[in-house]
């Protein structure tokens, strides 16, 4: 590191982000993950002015005229919406100078950003150009995959190899990871989102009954699992009736749940399957000793690893806090630059 670059850090603390399609994590180099919330924007249709974001934005989702709509600024692992994904960048990254202030009087602070894999170049540029203008003085851009492995501990610059799955709510990102670089790389836009949407599909036409997807990713969390469970859930799930229009409730049990999901994790298993189907032969007897190393909020879902493990042969582990893996790898190659400098999906460096 630059001696420069060693004497600033002294007065700042620099930030790490995980740019969700679902969820926006925020760490502090030495602080751990200060903020945690949704990537929705509101925004004023008519004036085109953004009113909230993360929590706030969230809880305006039916509640708001007709004029004010939530936006997800990524949809399916893409920036759907440049001028929302700027505005939640810089929010979340001035709610940080709101909570050390005194650690930004002096001196602004690196940014790393980790972004799904599917992202293009444009897209990269417009991240770094909204950290910039958040007051950012460098921005390192990560590919989310390298920064869950990373945050999962794994041996990235070992000559075996890794196998890292980011199930998040966009995209699941496949990597296998051998010498600090992905050998192969297999990125899917199937994840939690289209759990929800099958929750929701599976009660709409079996029981005429209208839910949200709020309410769908309730049911996933609640009573949702990749295997049979040794005693069967059940969920009171409240909607619209599509014949009467009236309010009703009905009761969902965990098998049902897991029947609606079963489509989509099959899909993910045939993506793993298609990128082991890719790794060389020698890094697969590594994968047999290490196992598949699972992360993201998909990891969460009960029982995805043994599913995983019978379809396909290999060890399957999830790591630890799953959700914050990416955000965890952001900040831990916070303190180790010269890694980040040669893993970087850019290394351009704003100042």
Same mark, same amino acid.
């Given at each position: 590191?630059?001696?420069?670059?060693?004497?600033?850090?002294?007065?700042?603390?620099?930030?790490?982000?995980?740019?969700?399609?679902? %969820?926006? *994590?925020?760490?502090?180099?030495?602080?751990?993950?200060?903020?945690?919330?949704?990537?929705? @924007?509101?925004?004023?249709?008519?004036?085109?002015?953004? =009113?909230?974001?993360?929590?706030?934005?969230?809880?305006?989702?039916?509640?708001?005229?007709?004029?004010?709509?939530?936006?997800?600024?990524?949809?399916?692992?893409?920036?759907?919406?440049?001028?929302?994904?700027?505005?939640?960048?810089?929010?979340?990254?001035?709610?940080?100078?709101?909570?050390?202030?005194?650690?930004?009087?002096?001196?602004?602070?690196? @940014?790393?950003?980790?972004?799904?894999?599917?992202? %293009?170049?444009?897209?990269?540029? &417009?991240?770094?150009?909204?950290?910039?203008?958040?007051?950012?003085?460098? @921005?390192?851009?990560?590919?989310?995959?390298?920064?869950? &492995?990373?945050?999962?501990? =794994?041996? !990235?610059?070992? &000559?075996?190899?890794?196998?890292?799955?980011?199930?998040?709510?966009?995209?699941?990102?496949?990597?296998?990871?051998?010498?600090?670089?992905?050998?192969?790389?297999?990125?899917?836009?199937?994840?939690?989102?289209?759990?929800?949407? #099958?929750?929701?599909?599976?009660?709409?036409?079996?029981? /005429?009954?209208?839910?949200?997807?709020?309410?769908?990713?309730?049911?996933?969390?609640?009573?949702?699992?990749?295997?049979?469970?040794? %005693?069967?859930? #059940?969920?009171? @799930?409240?909607?619209?009736?599509?014949?009467?229009?009236?309010?009703?409730?009905?009761? =969902?049990?965990?098998?049902?749940?897991?029947?609606?999901?079963?489509?989509?994790?099959?899909? !993910?298993?045939?993506?793993?399957?298609?990128?082991?189907?890719?790794?060389?032969?020698?890094? *697969?007897?590594? =994968?047999?000793?290490?196992?598949?190393?699972?992360?993201?909020?998909?990891?969460?879902?009960?029982?995805?690893?043994?599913?995983?493990?019978?379809?396909?042969? %290999?060890?399957?582990?999830?790591?630890?806090?799953?959700?914050?893996?990416?955000?965890?790898?952001?900040?831990?190659?916070?303190?180790?630059? /010269?890694? *980040?400098?040669?893993?970087?999906?850019?290394?351009?460096? !704003?100042?």
């Amino acid at each position: 590191m630059p001696i420069f670059d060693r004497l600033l850090s002294v007065f700042t603390h620099d930030i790490g982000i995980d740019l969700g399609t679902s %969820t926006t *994590l925020v760490a502090v180099k030495g602080h751990g993950v200060v903020i945690n919330e949704p990537s929705v @924007v509101a925004v004023n249709q008519n004036t085109k002015k953004v =009113l909230a974001v993360g929590v706030d934005a969230k809880r305006m989702i039916g509640r708001t005229p007709a004029s004010i709509v939530a936006v997800k600024p990524l949809a399916d692992g893409v920036i759907s919406d440049f001028d929302s994904t700027e505005a939640m960048i810089r929010y979340f990254i001035y709610k940080v100078y709101e909570m050390y202030p005194k650690m930004f009087k002096l001196t602004k602070p690196r @940014v790393v950003i980790g972004i799904p894999s599917a992202i %293009t170049e444009v897209e990269a540029r &417009a991240v770094i150009d909204a950290a910039v203008s958040a007051g950012a003085r460098k @921005v390192y851009i990560i590919e989310e995959p390298m920064a869950a &492995a990373i945050g999962s501990r =794994l041996p !990235i610059d070992d &000559a075996a190899g890794s196998m890292i799955v980011d199930i998040g709510g966009g995209t699941t990102d496949i990597a296998v990871i051998s010498l600090g670089g992905i050998v192969v790389d297999n990125t899917i836009r199937i994840a939690g989102n289209e759990l929800d949407e #099958e929750i929701l599909n599976y009660i709409k036409y079996k029981y /005429n009954l209208l839910i949200g997807t709020k309410m769908a990713e309730d049911v996933k969390i609640a009573i949702g699992s990749a295997i049979p469970l040794k %005693t069967e859930k #059940e969920l009171d @799930v409240k909607g619209r009736d599509m014949l009467t229009g009236l309010p009703r409730i009905i009761k =969902l049990s965990s098998l049902e749940v897991r029947e609606a999901m079963a489509k989509v994790l099959e899909k !993910i298993a045939d993506a793993i399957k298609a990128a082991l189907e890719k790794t060389p032969p020698e890094i *697969l007897a590594d =994968l047999l000793e290490r196992g598949i190393v699972l992360a993201g909020g998909g990891a969460l879902i009960y029982g995805i690893d043994k599913f995983f493990e019978d379809r396909l042969k %290999t060890p399957v582990i999830i790591t630890d806090d799953p959700i914050k893996a990416v955000v965890r790898g952001t900040e831990i190659l916070l303190e180790e630059i /010269n890694l *980040l400098e040669r893993i970087q999906v850019s290394r351009d460096e !704003i100042i």
